[in-house]
């Protein structure tokens, strides 16, 4: 990491620091036969002024380069600055107050941490938390996205990418567990140098300039890779996407042999996020409730195998026959379960306590009966998942 671009600012803040009282040089006592200036005594002459400032550049110079040192110190062994400082400066002999402050203030702004990539935080701990606590009605995706990326990201040196594929109707949770992975994984969440979100139909809409998205998608894809040892892409809407685009894609998800056992491997985890599926995902479930198991009993082996099979049939969309699903580039292919009447409630209340808004038990039950249920023989799942519950706590807002 470079420092250059932000020494200027550093060397003034460095300048302000000295002349508060208590710095080098600053507030401090007469010696011994000084005289104190007479009041209305005249300035000090240009020459003189021009030494002083020549002095406290010179000392702002030296707290830059022991500050730059405790930042950057990678910068410092490369430059060779403070090794050899002529005067014999160190950080006994400067105000250490000083450095502490302004190395607290910088890095509360900045990337600076002992890791490769500060930008990357991997916070497992929070999204086991966000997944078992927010996510609700979806036990098989909290379980199955947090034991797949963490044994990614822990996996000393990977073959290749990870590839999630996530499917349900629309308000089952795709995009919010999409965020939560963005949120923990990455300090700065979705904003991430390291995350890229791609929505079907805005990014690439006209299928004539496929040509044109292409290129610009293996641009940001490989910009965002040089920039970060582990990246995160998002692709909403996945079933919308141009099939000569999912081609291109591909390439992206290949395995790969690490050259080198010391080497670092870099980490791509891409997620799809699709509708496609989601009727015969309702249906799967559907079919189990009526046959006594309860929800919390389903498995990945009740709903994979259909959904992916729902999922290359389909006529409605180039996903399925992609060679993404036809060579086995998706690693995990992650169902999202229709809501139900007390998942919705859930949701509202979530939806208050975010607003930091309190609610009673009637508001929560007034919004749920909001929703429409389905099938129309026997209304169990929310058509709609618990989206615009956010909008409908308005009416109970003061």
């Keep these: 990491m470079s420092a250059g671009p932000r020494r200027p600012l550093v060397h003034r803040l460095l300048l302000l620091l000295l002349l508060l009282p208590g710095a080098c040089g600053h507030g401090e006592t007469q010696g011994p036969g000084e005289r104190a200036p007479e009041p209305g005594a005249a300035w000090p002459d240009l020459q003189d002024l021009e030494e002083g400032l020549k002095a406290v550049a010179t000392v702002s110079r030296r707290y830059w380069t022991l500050f730059s040192c405790q930042v950057w110190p990678e910068d410092c062994e490369e430059d060779g600055e403070g090794a050899a400082e002529p005067l014999g400066w160190n950080l006994t002999q400067l105000s250490q107050q000083y450095l502490d402050i302004l190395t607290t203030w910088y890095c509360s702004l900045q990337d600076c941490c002992d890791s490769r990539d500060c930008r990357i935080s991997n916070n497992f701990t929070g999204l086991k938390s966000d997944l078992s606590v927010r996510l609700h009605g979806q036990h098989l995706a909290q379980e199955l996205v947090l034991r797949a990326v963490r044994d990614y990201v822990e996996t000393p040196r990977p073959s290749g990418a990870l590839a999630l594929s996530f499917h349900g109707w629309s308000g089952t949770g795709k995009n919010f567990v999409a965020r939560m992975l963005a949120e923990n994984l990455y300090r700065d969440g979705l904003k991430s140098d390291c995350v890229k979100v791609f929505i079907s139909m805005f990014h690439f809409p006209h299928p004539r300039y496929v040509d044109l998205y292409k290129e610009k998608l293996a641009s940001q894809i490989q910009e965002t890779q040089q920039r970060c040892h582990q990246t995160l892409f998002i692709f909403d809407e996945a079933e919308k996407l141009h099939p000569e685009l999912l081609e291109a894609l591909g390439q992206h998800l290949e395995r790969w042999a690490?050259?080198?056992?010391?080497?670092?491997?870099?980490?791509?985890?891409?997620?799809?996020?699709?509708?496609?599926?989601?009727?015969?995902?309702?249906?799967?479930?559907?079919?189990?409730?009526?046959?006594?198991h309860s929800r919390e009993e389903m498995t990945m082996e009740h709903l994979e195998p259909q959904l992916r099979a729902e999922i290359v049939q389909s006529t409605d969309s180039g996903f399925g026959?992609?060679?993404?699903?036809?060579?086995?580039?998706?690693?995990?292919?992650?169902?999202?379960?229709?809501?139900?009447?007390?998942?919705?409630?859930?949701?509202?209340?979530?939806?208050?306590l975010s607003q930091e808004v309190l609610y009673t038990e009637e508001a929560l039950e007034e919004i749920a009966r909001m929703m429409v249920y389905i099938p129309k023989e026997e209304p169990l799942f929310s058509s709609q998942g618990c989206k615009s519950i956010a909008q409908r706590i308005n009416y109970f807002l003061p």
């Design 321 to 352: 026959r992609s060679r993404l699903v036809k060579e086995n580039l998706i690693d995990f292919f992650v169902p999202f379960l229709p809501l139900e009447y007390r998942h919705v409630k859930l949701c509202a209340r979530d939806a208050f």
């Design 258 to 292: 690490p050259t080198s056992h010391t080497a670092e491997t870099p980490r791509t985890i891409f997620l799809f996020l699709s509708n496609l599926g989601g009727n015969i995902i309702n249906e799967v479930v559907l079919n189990l409730l009526k046959a006594g």
